[in-house]
């Protein structure tokens, strides 16, 4: 009697798998691990080309040795620190040699892989970092870096990984066993140079962007006839100041060392109207909600807000900001930020740590004070006057003291029309700076994966 086929049927909460599939017998591995490689390569096993290291040494209490640790999300081998023997505690740890393949069994799960650098060469490790000498006659050490950065590969290390939910190690026996795709190295040759090709242009338009970046400085010290005083650095000895030169008697740095030729400075207290308003003291909260709650860590450098939408736990109409509100962050690492508010953002507060002033339009455009107050001149200013007990600081009042170099409204239109096309070429060399890496990501997984 001939036995029937056996057809595949797809069942919802029971899973099939055939012998002929069973190299182990971790049932999480079996149903996570569902990568389909590209059948035009030969497919070996991990331990075909990585051999574990087994050069152990014995540490020395009066001997110095390097440390490395392995960053998350491919983030590269690091060095952690340079320890004297007797403080360490394990005493038979490995030694680490160029060119190896480490892995980090707690965080392999997140990306944690890398090869050891020339500057790494000696150090030390536990037995929680498992090194391998690469066969380079197999695999180029580019390739495999590439395998361990895709989505696939994370995916199966985590297969690879049991135990509580914090401290999860990889199965080190498992992960060589399993099987990945490995072309000629002709063939690793040309797909690691494609990939490069696309990140050097993505390096190149990065580059690019940056150099605007700095033609903005250069275009506005130009345009409001800067000179700024390169001598003036931090000068040591006895510095004499005239009393009419200060505002404040807990400045340490007092100088102002932009001057323009062309225009005047006014004080920021001459451009605006009415007084200056703290935000909101309340708790943000993420929910569903029509009015959001501008924070410092929202305000991004480049004048926009960042993705993450926080929810104020009460909303106090006093605080609600209008068209072209202007806002000045007062305190911590931020202190002098700034952002412009468009009612394009949507209807919003601002928090406490947020002082907000109203423009006078008579006198100045604010997108001009805002392209302004990202400029040298005034970071100086926020740097020579913040206080730095505790945490920088600079209060709502102090502020109005700020000197602005104020052009007329025709110079500034033509400085802010400048700087908004400017910033769009940068913006978009940026954007197709991102385009090339993930085209350098999506084509290496092509070459590789089923889709």
């Not at 209490?61 to 952690?80: C, L, S």
Request: hydrophobic letters at 35%.
């Amino acid at each position: 009697m001939k036995l029937k086929t056996m057809q595949k049927i797809e069942h919802t909460y029971i899973n099939f798998s055939s012998f002929a599939l069973l190299e182990t017998w971790s049932v999480h591995a079996l149903l996570e691990n569902k990568v389909s490689y590209n059948e035009k390569f030969h497919l070996a096993r991990i331990s075909e080309f990585l051999t574990k290291s087994r050069k152990i040494i014995s540490i020395e209490d009066e001997i110095t040795y390097k440390r490395v640790t392995v960053r998350t999300n491919n983030g590269g081998v690091k060095k952690r620190n340079i320890e004297i023997g007797k403080n360490i505690g394990t005493k038979n740890q490995f030694i680490a040699r160029t060119g190896q393949f480490i892995i980090s069994k707690i965080d392999a799960r997140n990306g944690a892989f890398g090869i050891i650098s020339d500057e790494l060469d000696g150090a030390i490790v536990t037995n929680d970092f498992p090194l391998f000498d690469v066969d380079k006659t197999k695999i180029l050490s580019k390739f495999l870096l590439l395998i361990t950065t895709t989505k696939e590969f994370i995916n199966f290390a985590q297969s690879c990984s049991s135990g509580t939910t914090n401290r999860q190690r990889m199965d080190i026996d498992l992960f060589l066993n399993q099987k990945i795709p490995l072309p000629s190295i002709l063939e690793q040759e040309r797909i690691v140079r494609a990939y490069n090709e696309k990140i050097e242009q993505a390096k190149l338009l990065e580059q690019q962007a940056g150099n605007l970046e700095k033609m903005i400085e250069v275009y506005l010290f130009e345009k409001l006839g800067i000179n700024r005083d390169e001598e003036i650095k931090d000068k040591k000895g006895l510095q004499l100041f005239n009393f009419s030169q200060f505002d404040r008697w807990d400045i340490w740095v007092n100088k102002a060392d932009s001057i323009s030729k062309k225009y005047k400075f006014l004080k920021f207290g001459e451009i605006i109207i009415g007084k200056p308003m703290y935000g909101a003291n309340v708790k943000g909260i993420k929910t569903d909600s029509d009015t959001r709650y501008i924070r410092i860590t929202d305000i991004n450098e480049n004048g926009t807000l960042g993705e993450e939408f926080v929810s104020p736990e009460i909303v106090e109409e006093k605080y609600l900001l209008q068209e072209n509100d202007f806002l000045i962050a007062r305190s911590g690492n931020t202190v002098g930020k700034t952002f412009l508010f468009k009612e394009k953002f949507g209807r919003a507060i601002y928090a406490g740590y947020l002082v907000k002033y109203n423009i006078d339009f008579n006198k100045v455009l604010p997108e001009y004070i805002l392209e302004y107050t990202k400029s040298y001149p005034f970071k100086q200013w926020i740097q020579s006057n913040q206080r730095i007990a505790g945490q920088p600081n600079i209060n709502g009042q102090e502020y109005l003291q700020a000197p602005i170099i104020i052009p007329p409204l025709e110079i500034q239109k033509e400085i802010v029309s400048h700087l908004t096309l400017q910033k769009e070429q940068i913006k978009q060399l940026q954007i197709n700076a991102e385009r090339c890496r993930l085209n350098a990501v999506k084509e290496f997984e092509n070459e590789i994966f089923i889709k």
